[in-house]
């Protein structure tokens, strides 16, 4: 059945997809409103456009990888929201899977995984990072 | 505790190294820097070439033999700037 579906699509391609309803990001729920985990994470990422997944917070970050992080975000002036893994032992786990990165912190920009804390270190100091945040 | 010339072996084995730094950071053969160039990495983001060195050592970064790994990957170019 989905054989013969897939080989329409394939061959109507243009047709089709002009009837593709893209999800909305409003259909992405927290856990309050009702979603899952990952469907949280998805909002959060979603939602803005530089994420830092941390332990602590910037004002009192409790790792000095995480201090770091947070130090070279605010160095650009822009906002970022950060959240606190230690808080949240679900989200701690599940950003791990999500991401496929084994260690926090983790760094999103436009909507995208950039990297835990020794990427975001090198693309900070070769200038990458400032070209990928000024793309936003 | 792992050593360091196996670190070497195994990413040499994976990577097409032009340049590798293997530094014991604690003298304790379980947390290390390595800094890596390869030609490998022209055109690709700094989180695959992040991804393709931790592939490489998968096994004793999974078993703990390798504790921390503290990892910088440049390209040829990158490398010949930065010296």
């Known amino acids: ?59 009192e970050p409790r790792c000095g990888f995480s201090a770091r992080a947070s130090q070279i975000l605010g160095s650009f002036g822009l906002p970022y929201h950060t959240v606190d893994i230690l808080v949240d032992p679900e989200k701690r786990q599940a950003i791990k899977t999500f991401s496929n990165w084994p260690t926090i912190p983790q760094v999103y920009i436009g909507g995208e995984f950039l990297g835990g804390s020794d990427i975001l270190t090198q693309m900070y100091e070769n200038g990458q990072l400032d070209t990928v945040i000024k793309a936003l | 505790m792992f050593e360091p010339e196996k670190i070497d072996q195994m990413l040499r084995a994976e990577i097409n190294v032009s340049h590798l730094d293997i530094i014991d950071l604690t003298g304790t053969r379980d947390h290390y820097s390595v800094i890596i160039v390869s030609e490998d990495f022209n055109g690709t983001m700094p989180l695959s070439q992040h991804r393709r060195v931790n592939a490489a050592l998968a096994a004793p970064l999974a078993s703990g033999e390798i504790h921390a790994l503290q990892l910088k990957t440049l390209t040829p170019d990158e490398w010949e700037k930065a010296k």
């Open chain 1, 1 to 59: 059945m989905n054989g013969k579906k897939r080989s329409n699509i394939m061959t109507e391609k243009k047709k089709i997809s002009l009837n593709i309803v893209q999800p909305k990001t409003e259909e992405l729920k927290t856990r309050v409103e009702g979603g899952d985990i990952v469907s949280e994470i998805s909002a959060e990422i979603a939602n803005n456009q530089i994420v830092l997944y941390m332990k602590g917070t910037p004002a």
